[in-house]
């Protein structure tokens, strides 16, 4: 059975920072590109950043500088460290693990950034 199973979100003030992390289980990890998106209230769900199996990363403009996505391939964890966060990160993160046939959904972990 596939579990993707992400933790680490919080309520936190604007400027502050939390990681987040994804733990995989029930697939071959070193084979799936990771991603993370996020939905926040009455908003599309959208691509905040991604990992390739070699490791090479992607960030969403918006996150660019400020979110850095890391992979642990020994630990089958995908991590979003998040830095400097805005009130506008504020979203249901989720966590995304995809190869050209068949992807996986985690269930979505809370981040809200308020003062």
């Known amino acids: 059975q596939v579990q993707l199973v992400e933790s680490g979100g919080d309520l936190v003030q604007p400027g502050g920072s939390l990681r987040l992390s994804c733990a995989a289980s029930?697939?071959?990890?070193?084979?799936?590109?990771m991603e993370w998106y996020r939905q926040g209230p009455g908003k599309q769900r959208e691509l905040v950043a991604a990992?390739?199996?070699?490791?090479?990363?992607n960030y969403a403009d918006s996150v660019k500088g400020r979110f850095t996505i890391s992979r642990d391939n020994a630990k089958n964890t995908v991590y979003l460290q998040m830095n400097s966060l805005k009130p506008d990160d504020t979203a249901v993160y989720y966590c995304?693990?995809?190869?050209?046939?068949?992807?996986?959904w985690g269930q979505g972990t809370q981040v809200t950034v308020s003062s």
């Open positions: 995304h693990a995809v190869k050209v046939k068949g992807d996986y």
């Open positions: 029930g697939i071959i990890f070193t084979i799936y590109a």
């Open positions: 990992i390739t199996v070699g490791g090479s990363t």
